[in-house]
């Protein structure tokens, strides 16, 4: 006879300090997501999701990096099971990317011209003091800001 697979997952040691604030934060990106968008323009409807999806990872990345308060076990459990983007994490780690807001603003192309997005650029250099990303509505992730 096969085996009866079950849907319960084992947690690991620490899980019940970080399950709080990842409920929390699940619970808003449902709410985000029924949320109507009338008189939103189509890409303005997704900036709170990108918001609360960069919140997410960031919590766990400084929980693991930063402040050292989880175990590799359960960073690496987060990451598997999607609590956090590992790929965005992957470019955090990287010198120039510490404060990158989402993975679309750095690929070439979705962007004109082929390069990357507008609020990549450090603020010392742009024509235009304020500026919204088309992609996420980040309002500058360039590390030199």
Not at 33 to 56: S, T, V, Y
Not at 77 to 91: P, S, T, V
Request: some cysteine; hydrophobic content about 30%; overall charge positive.
């Amino acid at each position: 006879m096969p085996k009866v697979k079950t849907n319960r997952v084992k947690y690991p040691e620490g899980w019940e300090l970080i399950e709080p604030t990842l409920s929390e934060l699940q619970a808003k990106m449902r709410e985000a997501e029924n949320d109507p968008h009338d008189g939103k323009r189509k890409c303005e409807a997704l900036w709170p999701i990108f918001k609360i999806a960069h919140q997410k990872s960031r919590y766990i990345f400084d929980l693991y990096h930063r402040r050292k308060e989880i175990s590799k076990e359960l960073y690496e459990f987060c990451l598997d099971q999607g609590y956090a983007d590992k790929n965005l994490i992957a470019k955090w780690k990287k010198p120039g990317y510490e404060r990158l807001c989402c993975l679309r603003c750095m690929q070439p192309r979705d962007h004109n011209f082929q390069t990357t997005c507008v609020c990549r650029v450090p603020q010392h250099l742009r024509e235009e003091k304020v500026i919204e990303c088309v992609h996420c509505g980040c309002k500058g992730c360039a590390s030199g800001d």
